[in-house]
């Protein structure tokens, strides 16, 4: 089993609906979640993170944690065409001793349509 | 402040080739973690400078390697090229080591270096 699973998508969505985009996670150590965003030829760059679980919210972006399920979610309200991309989650996991690693899971293609 | 740099943005090499990539971090920024992304793979993690020391390695083979100057600057290495190591290879630079962050400590990705091996 993968340490995080994405579904890869791609997901196509007209303008102004409700994206869910989702990962889960296998070894309970894991501790900070975070979502990246990814244009196409750029680097990922960091949209929100998260320790607990519950809810954080952003202006039209919400991350959700449960740690319980070991499930993460990233809520974008009101999409507009600018939010096509590819969204990573990543979570910050033990690398031995005392150093941590970003792990990220595959990414899922994002799709808004005008 | 100027972002993350990667030189060069595109390369093309044959199998058994090496190649050497560049990265410029966020001025102040100590450490820097390389990437590998790939279609089949994603993101994964190949190794974490700081202070020009290794602090981290991911588990890809001893053909990739890497080093930091004394400005934080940092290079990365893959000898004997391979079909496979064809990817989007991303730097990220950070102001604390990855072992010195109380909490998340945010790390900034630069547009990455486009290797192709034929």
Known sequence: QKEVEQDPGPLSVPEGAIVSLNCTYSNSAFQYFMWYRQYSRKGPELLMYTYSSGNKEDGRFTAQVDKSSKYISLFIRDSQPSDSATYLCAMKVPAGGSNYKLTFGKGTLLTVNP | ?118
């Open chain 2, 1 to 118: 402040k100027a972002g993350v740099t990667q030189t060069p943005r595109y390369l093309i090499k044959t199998r058994g080739q090496q190649v050497t990539l560049s990265c410029s971090p966020i001025s102040g920024h100590r450490s820097v973690s390389w990437y590998q992304q790939t279609p089949g793979q994603g993101l994964q993690f190949l190794f974490e400078y700081f202070s020009e020391t290794q602090r981290n390695k991911g588990n890809f083979p001893g053909r990739f390697s890497g080093r930091q100057f004394s400005n934080s600057r940092s290079e990365m290495n893959v000898s004997t090229l391979e079909l496979g190591d064809s990817a989007l290879y991303l730097c990220a630079s950070s102001s604390l080591a990855s072992s010195l962050a109380v909490s998340y400590n945010e790390q900034f990705f630069g547009p990455g270096t486009r290797l192709t091996v034929l």
